[in-house]
Nanobody, 124 residues
């Protein structure tokens, strides 16, 4: 049973930073792709970033490129999303997700496992 548990959300002013973490358990994740998605009220869930657990490839949505960094800690079985220069439009519930395999995808339906989500609110 794969479990993903996010932490680190909160309220921050525009221009500030937050670091989201996702603790993964239940499998050996060496052949998994981990993703971050977000969903704002009234909007569809959208792709933010993805990383191969092997760490050799990351991919970012254009809206966060240069501001967000996705990393993983193999020893702790966690991944993290460092979010800098936050904007009010980054406000959303952020979800950690996992899919088996090595192909990075950006569609939510291609990820089989999801965390419960953590709220990020950026005030102007």
């Amino acid at each position: 049973q794969v479990q993903l548990v996010e932490s680190g959300g909160g309220l921050v002013q525009a221009g500030g930073s937050l670091r989201l973490s996702c603790a993964a358990s239940g499998r050996t994740f060496s052949s998994y792709v981990m993703g971050w998605f977000r969903q704002a009220p009234g909007k569809e869930r959208e792709f933010v970033a993805a990383i191969r657990w092997s760490g050799d490839s990351t991919y970012y949505a254009d809206s966060v490129k240069g501001r967000f960094t996705f990393s993983r800690d193999n020893a702790k079985n966690t991944v993290a999303l460092q979010m800098n220069s936050l904007k009010p439009e980054d406000t959303a519930v952020y979800y950690c997700a996992a899919r088996s395999g090595v192909v990075i995808t950006t569609t939510p339906v291609s990820y089989a496992y999801w965390g419960q989500g953590t709220q990020v609110t950026v005030s102007s």
